[in-house]
């Protein structure tokens, strides 16, 4: 009798399906959500990739966050509070390969909506496939490039050396310039959307591409003499050389920006009500302001409490800012920050934190500032020709020009919370005097990385960190408020993910970069 039931509740079953077939010749897509099957437009995933690669796969890449910390931009009074951890205490990194594949759908569904002749999606996504690429290796070493993102193809992608992925990524970036400059020549090229940066202004795009690769080739300057098959210093003078084959940044207009807008994305510190009262500007980059007597100095910090109520210091005295030491105990930079008598100069309320519609200024991801500066830099290094000095001067004026400051301007100065003690004007003339170059030799390379440094603040990512990890310019602090080891490391170990699941090719990286110890403290062969 069981076994009746059974059969009948079956042929029940296959009838009702038939009859749903004979009903339907498929089942109707709901129409207020995207269909299964139905492709996402390649705008929705480009807007999605460049949003991620602005942000970061782990600490937030974006400003007065604990990676301005890590850049010793800032300093945090107290862990438990908004001033966060000023500990260099990572273990393995975050993993950029989520945005590869969002690069590899973004690939397919613009192949099949546009072609693959002069298609701005497909060129784009070079640039994004060797930006995703470079983050990682930047802070491991090798990893699998070549191999990687094929899914079941491959499950167990072996890994490259860094020389051989600068090499494949220095070939997409030409691969997109010239493509670029096809696309631009090409009136009925379709037009992409969903650009965050550059609003689908391929010239704007090119130059991109280009200054970026200027920015990979300083960033080798380690490997520039024992590695020909990279040709760094060629590399660096094709581009310079050919501003018509390879254009770069012009000026600040040019910038790859990330701009906030009040309500959709704000900026991440305002309203955050503790955060002005446990974020102190770090000494490492506010001692280079002042001994200069850099306005924007201004632009960062508050004059400090004991400054200001003890020793009855004026606002446009630079003595009156004072940064503090990243490498002390929190507990110290906190009971030396509390009240009238507080050392150290805080975050400038009145421009970063007072919110929501009073919007400073967008965060940069590539921008022309630096751009001058590793011209400058190459030059002094006797890479290429050119006048270093003008690139150099280019370079401050334009971090200068990028916060507004001219000669003879004013801006308002307060106090921690944002209450005003009046205006300052600029001295812009007598900055640049304090600041001329020395030449082309040790200090004047010097001169230009302390800058470049200073007009990275709060912006582009880990390139500060990164300079200093490479030149030892500027002097990062470190000591009892480092870490355990009281030293800043050198690198990520892999993503944990990477050594589970592909053991072999791991283990055999990491013994050969090395010695199977995945330490924090080694050197990798960007930097040996």
Known sequence: MKNLTIKILIALLLVSTVSCQEMFEEFPNNPNVAGENDPVPPAFLLRQVLFNISRGADVAEEPLQYLSRLNQFTTGLTFPLYGGSNQYNWTDTGNSYPWLRNIIQLEKNASDALGNDRNGYLTISKFLRAYTFVWLTQRVGDIPMKEAGLGLEILN?????????????????????????????????????????????????????????????????????DTPSLAIKQKFNEILNNPSRFPVYENLDDNMNFVYIPVFNRYPTQFMLLYPNETTVSETVLELMTRNEDPR????????PFAMHVEGRTIGDFAAYKGADNSKAQNDLFSESQGNEGK???????????????????????????????????????????????????????????????QGATITVGDVNGAPYGDVTVDVNSFLSNVKYKGNNAEGLNQILEQKYVSFWQNSGWEPFYQFRRT??????????????????????????EVDNNRENATQA?????GGNDNVFADMWLLK
Do not use: H
């Open 297 to 304: 100095t201004f632009i960062a910090a508050t004059p400090t």
């Open 157 to 225: 992608p072996s890994f490259d050396s860094q020389e051989e992925i600068y090499k494949a990524v220095f070939d997409l970036l030409d691969e997109a310039n010239n493509e670029l400059t096809a696309i631009i020549a090409d009136a009925t090229s379709a037009p992409i959307e969903g650009d965050i940066f550059y609003n689908g202004d391929m010239r704007k795009w090119r130059k991109a591409v280009n200054s970026y690769k200027l920015r990979l080739l300083i960033s080798l300057s380690k490997r520039a003499d």
């Open 472 to 497: 030892g310019i500027p002097q990062f602090r470190e000591g009892e408020g480092t870490n355990a080891e009281r030293r800043i490391p050198r690198r990520w170990q892999y993503p944990v993910r």
């Open 344 to 406: 150290y100069s805080y975050i400038n309320y009145i421009r970063y934190l007072q919110g929501p519609d009073v919007i400073p200024e967008p965060y940069i991801m590539i921008g022309y500032s630096e751009m001058c500066f590793n011209i400058a830099e190459a030059i002094n290094r006797g890479w290429v020709s050119g006048d270093a000095e003008n690139w150099y001067q280019k370079g401050v004026v334009a971090s200068l020009d990028f916060y507004g400051l001219s």
């Open 510 to 514: 990491i013994q050969r970069q090395f």
